[in-house]
């Protein structure tokens, strides 16, 4: 089964955030199908469109990934269905 997923990202920049959350993400046979970022006044946010193989991955071990990925680099990351992004962000 193939889940659309959002990852948010953000947190004070540095060399490397983006080579360890995508490593991250394959590491767990996770897709990247669009990605934003941007940097203001050194503080780096970037939100990717992926697809989560829960064939190769479950996506509670996704999210686990991404914790740990977080912890090391002192960010804040989530993982969210993107269902369920877009119903919490509806207007």
């Given at each position: 089964?193939?889940?659309?997923?959002?990852?948010?990202?953000l947190?004070?920049?540095?060399?490397?955030?983006?080579?360890?959350?995508?490593?991250?993400?394959?590491?767990?046979?996770?897709?990247?199908?669009?990605?934003?970022?941007?940097?203001?006044?050194?503080?780096?946010?970037?939100?990717?469109?992926v697809?989560?193989?829960?064939?190769?991955?479950?996506?509670?071990?996704?999210?686990?990934?991404?914790?740990?990925?977080?912890?090391?680099?002192?960010?804040?990351?989530?993982?969210?269905?993107?269902?369920?992004?877009?119903?919490m962000?509806?207007?």
């Amino acid at each position: 089964m193939k889940t659309k997923a959002i990852v948010s990202a953000l947190g004070e920049d540095r060399v490397g955030i983006v080579a360890a959350i995508s490593g991250a993400l394959a590491e767990t046979g996770t897709n990247i199908e669009d990605i934003r970022q941007t940097i203001l006044s050194g503080v780096f946010s970037m939100t990717m469109l992926v697809t989560v193989d829960e064939d190769v991955c479950s996506f509670e071990a996704v999210q686990k990934r991404l914790t740990q990925v977080a912890e090391s680099l002192g960010m804040q990351i989530t993982l969210q269905r993107e269902d369920v992004f877009r119903f919490m962000h509806r207007v």
